[in-house]
């Protein structure tokens, strides 16, 4: 995937109906979402750990867990990505719990394709504005306060150096090339040479011991988060 195409929002999917999962993914994947389908909610927490979901969309007649008990625990773990319930448990006290274990949407099945996608656009354009931290495997990234933590323990950074960690969590799903990283961070395309450099003294920054990896070439294209 190109470094261009990164400023696509990324949506989880769990529906149990295979059919209605395919049909959900190619309408929002036709919209410029990146989309991550589930059948169940299991390997869900495993994939919100590591990836930078900005919602999820959820049914609640879920084999093995009941989908608005799963937000539930997500919730009481401090996870707040955005849900929308898609469901066709639609009863007045449904509609009720489901807002109180954690939705911030709820849409009833049979339902609009058209409208639920009206509202996912409404509900991440209030929701991008409130993003303030960042985070991948073990890296936090404050924006409001420009600090970096890893496993907890502040890391000091440069701006630039900020700056250029901070592209590669809010894209860790592609590989940046220097193009995009030197208009995107230098603004500036005559840098060329900085690059290599940069992400040399960040690495030595946020993975002193070269335990970590955090960054990975990709010879002749550019560098991605791993």
Known sequence: MGGLKTSKALIALIEDEADLLELLEYNLTKEG??????????????FLDEENVDLLIVDRNLPGKEGSEFVKELRNEGIDIPVIFL??????QDIESGFLRGADDYITKPFNMNELLLRIKALLRRTKKQVEKLTYRDITIDLAQREVRIEGELVELTK?????????VKNARNVLTREYLLEHVWKDLAQERSVNVAIKRLKEK?????????????RGVGYRLV
Do not use: C, Q
Not at 87 to 92: N, R
Not at 160 to 168: I, R
């Open 206 to 218: 946020i993975d002193p011991d070269r335990s970590k990896n955090y960054i990975e070439a990709i």
């Open 87 to 92: 469901t066709a448990k639609g009863s007045e």
């Open 160 to 168: 630039l150096e900020f700056d250029l960690l901070s592209e590669f």
């Open 33 to 46: 979402y990146e989309v991550e389908g589930f059948l169940s909610t299991k390997n869900v927490k495993r």
